[in-house]
């Protein structure tokens, strides 16, 4: 999930452990989450996934990559678009798509289906913040939607791993989070 730009050190481990890559999944198009997309896809042959709204973000690469004066990156096509519930089988596990618009029109989130859930929460929410919501396609109140109808519709004990920092919970969200506390 989320390759970001180093695709070597993805790679070397993917060959320590002796795995098998079954798709490369984004759970946004913003060029810290997909850079190794491409390089990726050509190393391993597996097929890259994103939400189809964040496909024209996708295609602007180029802009992100001169906004932030970092080389454009090699772009691949996208093989199948995530939707909404949609399960992602690897081994005796499964991760759920959840798509949580607001830092991008394509965010999406997975909940690992165990007994106890773990949320893979991208660039939606973070412990003790959210995603930005002023870069392309960003929308605040969109980000607070997704999390206030979709993230916090589950109990206080579940972890949450976000795309970038600590884990967190959600109960510790639902009392700590600025963001979250000021919408309540």
């Given at each position: 999930m989320d390759p970001g730009g180093d695709v070597e050190n993805i790679y070397q481990a993917l060959r320590k452990?002796?795995?098998?890559?079954?798709?490369i999944v984004a759970t946004h198009a913003h060029i810290d989450h997909v850079a190794a997309l491409a390089d990726l896809k050509e190393r391993t042959g597996a097929p890259i996934m994103m939400h189809e709204a964040d496909i024209p973000l996708y295609k602007n690469i180029a802009e992100q990559a001169?906004?932030?004066?970092?080389p454009t990156p090699t772009t691949a096509d996208v093989d199948s678009y995530l939707r909404e519930s949609q399960p992602?089988?690897?081994?005796?596990?499964?991760?759920?798509a959840v798509h949580t618009p607001g830092h991008t029109p394509g965010s999406v989130s997975f909940v690992i289906e165990e007994r106890e859930p773990i949320i893979l929460s991208g660039d939606t929410l973070f412990a003790g913040g959210i995603g930005r919501t002023d870069?392309?396609?960003?929308?605040?109140?969109?980000?607070?939607?997704?999390?206030r109808s979709k993230l916090l519709a589950f109990e206080d004990n579940v972890t949450v791993i976000p795309g970038h920092g600590p884990q967190t919970t959600i109960g510790n969200e639902r009392r700590s989070n600025p963001f979250i506390v000021q919408q309540t």
């Amino acid at each position: 999930m989320d390759p970001g730009g180093d695709v070597e050190n993805i790679y070397q481990a993917l060959r320590k452990h002796d795995l098998k890559l079954a798709a490369i999944v984004a759970t946004h198009a913003h060029i810290d989450h997909v850079a190794a997309l491409a390089d990726l896809k050509e190393r391993t042959g597996a097929p890259i996934m994103m939400h189809e709204a964040d496909i024209p973000l996708y295609k602007n690469i180029a802009e992100q990559a001169a906004w932030l004066g970092v080389p454009t990156p090699t772009t691949a096509d996208v093989d199948s678009y995530l939707r909404e519930s949609q399960p992602l089988q690897f081994g005796h596990h499964a991760l759920r798509a959840v798509h949580t618009p607001g830092h991008t029109p394509g965010s999406v989130s997975f909940v690992i289906e165990e007994r106890e859930p773990i949320i893979l929460s991208g660039d939606t929410l973070f412990a003790g913040g959210i995603g930005r919501t002023d870069l392309w396609g960003g929308s605040f109140t969109q980000i607070m939607q997704s999390i206030r109808s979709k993230l916090l519709a589950f109990e206080d004990n579940v972890t949450v791993i976000p795309g970038h920092g600590p884990q967190t919970t959600i109960g510790n969200e639902r009392r700590s989070n600025p963001f979250i506390v000021q919408q309540t």
